[in-house]
């Protein structure tokens, strides 16, 4: 990737795509795989930034949001833990990545439409401050064995029709 030097708008760092300052990732080539450790100043990862990448994980630690289909399709990231700097997620969000698991951040209120679907999710926990989870969030995920709530979750949960049986405990 190359911007031109005259360019206020964007910068590369490390072969990824930034939005200047590095606080917003805008794009990683496809092809790009191993872990990245994102710098601390980033509070946005874009829409699509991490679509196709076959990284197998992301470390982040200040990030803020992250965008709808961010991780989709990401053919090696099985993990990922999410800081409880992340508080919105777009639409699906890692829809079709390999993931089996991943950690939410502990201030997540919502759990967007497809954020899950046909994931290769197994297990989830779902923190107490999410309110709302769309009912298609975890459409498709045939394999996931185990969805805990938090103890004192209270909130809109219309996902439970689309999970396979015996996927989910209290």
Known sequence: IRVHESNAVFTVSDGLLYKTGLTEVVYCPARRTGTLTLPDNVLLIGPYAFACSELSNVKMTA???????????????????????????????????????????????????????????????????????????????????????????NGNINCLAKLPPKAYAT
């Open 63 to 153: 990030v803020a949001a992250i965008g709808e289909g961010a991780f989709t399709h990401a053919v090696n990231l099985y993990e990922v833990t999410l800081p409880d700097s992340v508080n919105a997620l777009g639409n699906a969000v890692f829809a079709y990545a390999s993931l089996s698991r991943i950690r939410l951040s502990e201030n997540l209120t919502v759990i967007p439409k497809e954020a899950f679907a046909g994931s290769g999710l197994t297990e989830i926990h779902i923190p107490s401050k999410v309110t709302q989870i769309n009912k298609t969030a975890f459409a498709n995920c045939y394999i996931l064995t185990a969805l805990t709530f938090a103890e004192n979750l």
